[in-house]
Structures are given as structure tokens and as C-alpha cells.
């Protein structure tokens, strides 16, 4: 077995996990393909505008594209030089038919499996890097290796636990790697072979206490359970935050306190406005399937209430807009001050600020959204309202408004001329801190009325 890595899928997983392997295996060729070929003319620009942004992530692929880092639209050829196959294509929540709302669309993971099965050319290695649903190996493991191929293939799980905007410097230093095998022989080959992966050369990787090993259905149960159960963190504090406003508490003093316990610790007890990202939501709905589907019932309903709490919670933004804005909110002008889903990323899928926008353009606002990362994204995802203005300057997009919308907490906002904003707006002016990462008593002295998330 030779030591090659193709990845299938050139997106927010492939690319930046593929280069990292590659930074950290340079005695191995990795290479990364997809159909989309402009995608795939963005890795390879001279100018490294990449097709999207992390960062770290244009230094890592300036330093080993082209030594021993590829980009390629080329499946066929890739896949017959490599022996090991990673595939991270698209598994989103299926959107019609059985399941529809909650499952996740197979669709590409199965195309993907049996265009392998058709280019191989020899035994393959196959790594479910996609998150997917419990026992999904079995049905590729199913396709791959029916009827009388003369090759072999074994199919392991390996689930990515990346946050974005951390992206690198968690491939780089990760709290545990999960391989999950199958228990023969052939299996466990198979999963030693991808432990040297994540050791790198020399063990200069992930030290081998880290790389943690399971059967293939406890591994891909882990993501959907892991990523359930921080989203249900998030839903939680949400839901203090609430009641929080409505005593007089303030929620980060909550969520410090019990942070402090070591049974709960302090991480993802952070209010906001909700979880956005492509995993969240998708992994908890997929979960609600899952249990539904083997008639757990309640177990369903729990997880269910996580996304019921975190769309509840971006609705409460616009109702205490609505509320401090004199009980109307129409043809008046509101500055939305990011769209990303978190900050570090110009990635837009299911962030909150979507939803909220859309809320508002119902109630006939004039929208003006600034982002220093997200703008392109965020005309394709709003395509279609009017009302809307996307503009690059934040100063530009808070003249004459009514108020300021803070819904991402990219670092430059608290360091903007607030007071030059304030001479901007109209007055009363108003900022909505649903990040909590402005300085609220400073924001007063200027003369806003302030509203901040659990507070």
C-alpha cells in the first residue's frame, strides 16, 4: 500500500484538513478533488484567493501546494494513484421525502462511493470524514465491496470536530483524533495505517494518547453527540438569558459562576444570538431522526427542543426591537454589524443573522448589513428581499439608522469610533449587543439606548 491521501470534496473540511496533512506529512502526496471546478481554481490561484477564509489557512497551503499539496478536478486519476480515500462531500439535511427537515441527504456521500468503487484499481482505504448518521459505513462498505470486484475496501469513520475560525490551530493541536474500525483483522490493519496519519513523521503530530480508537458505529455516533451536546449548551444559557432580562440578572455573571464549577465547565455558556454553522443544527436534527426512528420518542422530543430554544431565541431579538423601538419597526433603518455565523469566517450557513434579517425585512425594515468577510455570502443567502443594502464600511452603513444590530463579534466592532457613530444615526439611537462584546456603560455615556442579550 503506497502512503497517498486523496480527499473527495474541496470545501470547509477537505481543504484545510487535507493541507494540514499535508504540512505535517511530507513524505506523502495528498491531493483534493472536486467536481466544482471554480472552487477548485480558487485553491489553485496564484493570488491564494482561496474559496474561503480561515485563519492560518492560506500560510499552510502556501507552504506545501504544489510540493505535496494538489488541487484537481482530475477524480479518476487521483483516485487510482492513492490508496487512501477520504470523503468529505456535502451531507446536508434533506429537504424533501422521507426524513425531510431532519435527515441527512445521502445523496453525494453515495455517488462519491460508487464512483470509487468504479475508478479503483486496486484495495482501498475508504475514510468517512463527512459527518453521517449512525451505521452509514455499513451501507458504503455494502456498495463497495458487492458483487466480484477483485479489490478490497475497508471503511473507516473519522470524524472532524474543527470550529471554525479555529479551524487550523485545532488540526494542528487537537484535543483527540476518533478513528472508528472495523473489529477483524483487515480493520484493524486498516485503522493503524490511518493512526500514522495523525502521528505525522517522526510522531512530530498528534501524540498517541490523543488518537482515540472505537468500533465504526460508536465513532460515528460520537459527532452527532458531541455536536448535540454543545448546541444544547448554547440553548441552555439562551434560555437564562431570558430569564435573566426578565429579573434583573445579568447572564454573564450567571454563566461565570457556573462556569466555575468543574463538573460543567465554562466553555459554550457564552449567550448570543443562537448557533449557526453547518453542523449544529443539521447534527442535532439528524439525531431527532434517529431517535424517532427507533421509537425514542422522548429522547426525540429532547434533542428537539434544542432547535426550538435556538430559533426562539433570534425571534426574541427582533421582539425587543420591536418593543424598544416605539412598537414599529417599518421603514425605519437598522445597521446589522455582521453576518457570519461566529467571527473568523466568512461562512454563512444557518447563522443567525439570516434569520433575523429575514424577520425583519417582514417587517419592512431598511436593512444595511456590513461584514468583513461574509458579504458575498450574504447577498446569495438574502437573494430575492428588497429592502436590503451590503456595504463594506461599517460607518457607511450606520448613516441615518435607527440602530445598530451587532450580530457577529468580529474584534475590530469594539474598536470602531462609536462616538462617530452615534453622530451618524438617527436619535434616538439604539445598539443591540447580542454578542456581549461591547463596552455597554461607555455606549450609554455617548447617549445610546443600549440592549444586550440576557442583560
Same mark, same amino acid.
Given at each position: 500500500m503506497n502512503k497517498n491521501i486523496v480527499c473527495i470534496g474541496a470545501g470547509y473540511i477537505g481543504g484545510p484538513t487535507m493541507a494540514v496533512i499535508a504540512k505535517m506529512n511530507p513524505d506523502r502526496k495528498v491531493v483534493v478533488v472536486d467536481i466544482n471546478e471554480r472552487r477548485i481554481a480558487a485553491w489553485n490561484s496564484p493570488d491564494f484567493r482561496l474559496p474561503i477564509y480561515e485563519p492560518g489557512l492560506e500560510e499552510v497551503v502556501r507552504e506545501v501546494r504544489g510540493r505535496n499539496l494538489f488541487f484537481t478536478t482530475d477524480i479518476e486519476s487521483a483516485v487510482r494513484e492513492c490508496d487512501i480515500v477520504f470523503v468529505g462531500v456535502n451531507t446536508p439535511t434533506k429537504m424533501f421525502g422521507r426524513g425531510a427537515g431532519r435527515a441527512s441527504d445521502l445523496q453525494y456521500w453515495e455517488a462519491s462511493a460508487r464512483n470509487i468503487k468504479r475508478l479503483a484499481n486496486g484495495d482501498k482505504i475508504i475514510v468517512e470524514k463527512s459527518t453521517l448518521p449512525v451505521r452509514t459505513a455499513a451501507a458504503m462498505d455494502a456498495i463497495l465491496n458487492y458483487g466480484d470486484s477483485p479489490y478490497r475496501f475497508t471503511v473507516l469513520s473519522n470524524p472532524e470536530f474543527l470550529a471554525e475560525g479555529t479551524a487550523i490551530r485545532d488540526l494542528l493541536q487537537p484535543d483527540r483524533v476518533l478513528i472508528g474500525g472495523p473489529q477483524d483483522e483487515a480493520g484493524q490493519k486498516a485503522v493503524a495505517e490511518l493512526v500514522e496519519v495523525y502521528a505525522g513523521q517522526g510522531d512530530a503530530w498528534v501524540p498517541r494518547g490523543k488518537i482515540l480508537t472505537t468500533n465504526v458505529w460508536s465513532a460515528e455516533l460520537t459527532k452527532l453527540a458531541a455536536n448535540a451536546m454543545l448546541a444544547q449548551r448554547v440553548s441552555s444559557i439562551n434560555a437564562i438569558a431570558g430569564l435573566c432580562e426578565?429579573?434583573? +440578572?445579568?447572564?454573564?455573571?450567571? !454563566?461565570?459562576?457556573?462556569? *466555575?464549577?468543574?463538573?460543567?465547565?465554562? $466553555?459554550?455558556?457564552?449567550?448570543?444570538?443562537?448557533?449557526?454553522?453547518?453542523?449544529?443544527?443539521?447534527?442535532?436534527?439528524?439525531?431527532?431522526?434517529?431517535?424517532?426512528?427507533?421509537?425514542?420518542?422522548?429522547?426525540?422530543?429532547?434533542?428537539?427542543?434544542?432547535?426550538?430554544?435556538?430559533?426562539?431565541?433570534?425571534?426574541?431579538?427582533?421582539?425587543?426591537?420591536?418593543? +424598544?423601538?416605539?412598537?414599529?419597526? !417599518?421603514?425605519?433603518?437598522? *445597521?446589522?454589524?455582521?453576518?457570519?455565523? $461566529?467571527?473568523?469566517?466568512?461562512?454563512?450557513?444557518?447563522?443567525?443573522a439570516a434569520y433575523v434579517a429575514r424577520l425583519l425585512n417582514d417587517e419592512h425594515v431598511r436593512l444595511s448589513i456590513t461584514d468583513p468577510k461574509a458579504l458575498d455570502n450574504a447577498r446569495l443567502d438574502l437573494e430575492g428581499l428588497d429592502r436590503i443594502e451590503y456595504v463594506e464600511d461599517p460607518y457607511v452603513a450606520a448613516e441615518d439608522a435607527d440602530a445598530v444590530l451587532l450580530m457577529t463579534d468580529w474584534k475590530a466592532y469594539p474598536d470602531l469610533d462609536w462616538s462617530r457613530i452615534y453622530s451618524l444615526m438617527r436619535k434616538p439611537a439604539m445598539v443591540f449587543d447580542t454578542r456581549n462584546c461591547l463596552d455597554q456603560a461607555a455606549l450609554k455615556r455617548l447617549g445610546f439606548n443600549v440592549l444586550a442579550v440576557g442583560k
Open positions: 426578565a429579573t434583573g +440578572a445579568d447572564v454573564d455573571e450567571v !454563566a461565570r459562576v457556573v462556569g *466555575a464549577d468543574s463538573r460543567i465547565g465554562n $466553555k459554550f455558556l457564552k449567550a448570543g444570538p443562537g448557533f449557526g454553522g453547518s453542523c449544529f443544527k443539521k447534527d442535532v436534527l439528524n439525531l431527532v431522526y434517529l431517535c424517532e426512528s427507533f421509537g425514542l420518542h422522548t429522547a426525540a422530543e429532547y434533542w428537539n427542543g434544542v432547535i426550538k430554544m435556538n430559533e426562539h431565541q433570534q425571534e426574541r431579538i427582533v421582539s425587543r426591537m420591536f418593543k +424598544a423601538m416605539f412598537n414599529t419597526l !417599518a421603514n425605519k433603518k437598522v *445597521a446589522m454589524f455582521g453576518f457570519a455565523f $461566529k467571527a473568523n469566517t466568512g461562512d454563512t450557513r444557518e447563522t443567525p
